[in-house]
Nanobody
Framework: QAEVRESGGGEVQAGGSLRLSCEVQ????????MGWLRQAPGKGPEGVAS???????DYADSVKGRFTISKDDAKNNLYLQMSSLKPEDTGRYYC??????????????????????RGQGTQVTVSS
């Protein structure tokens, strides 16, 4: 599986913005799908956003219009731009690579990934 490393988390007030970054092994940047998932305290993991190797993206309904996933193949980085943050966006955010035919299918699989198939995560805390 791809080795990934997330960064960019922090504490922000509601309405604020953060950009998460994920450094990815080069050979996985242009093959398959990449995505972000999150886990809030006491809750199960949730797929947040995904992108496939054709550049198509998909998002959870809870973040549509507020979050944008992108990647820079030259820099081996995946990003998640988060705007209009809400307290319910609080959680630990992970990135992952997975083999899938489309971003939509990837979004559905993200929540079921085991810990060994994702990074260590970065904490996002949104205060009201």
């Amino acid at each position: 599986q791809a080795e990934v490393r997330e960064s960019g988390g922090g504490e922000v007030q509601a309405g604020g913005s953060l950009r998460l970054s994920c450094e990815v092994q080069r050979e996985f940047m242009t093959a398959g799908c990449m995505g972000w998932l999150r886990q809030a305290p006491g809750k199960g993991p949730e797929g947040v956003a995904s992108v496939d190797d054709d550049g198509r993206t998909d998002y959870a309904d809870s973040v549509k219009g507020r979050f944008t996933i992108s990647k820079d193949d030259a820099k081996n980085n995946l990003y998640l731009q988060m705007s209009s943050l809400k307290p319910e966006d609080t959680g630990r955010y992970y990135c992952a690579h997975l083999w899938c035919p489309s971003a939509t299918q990837a979004l559905g699989f993200l929540a079921s990934l085991s810990a060994r198939n994702r990074g260590q995560g970065t904490q996002v805390t949104v205060s009201s």
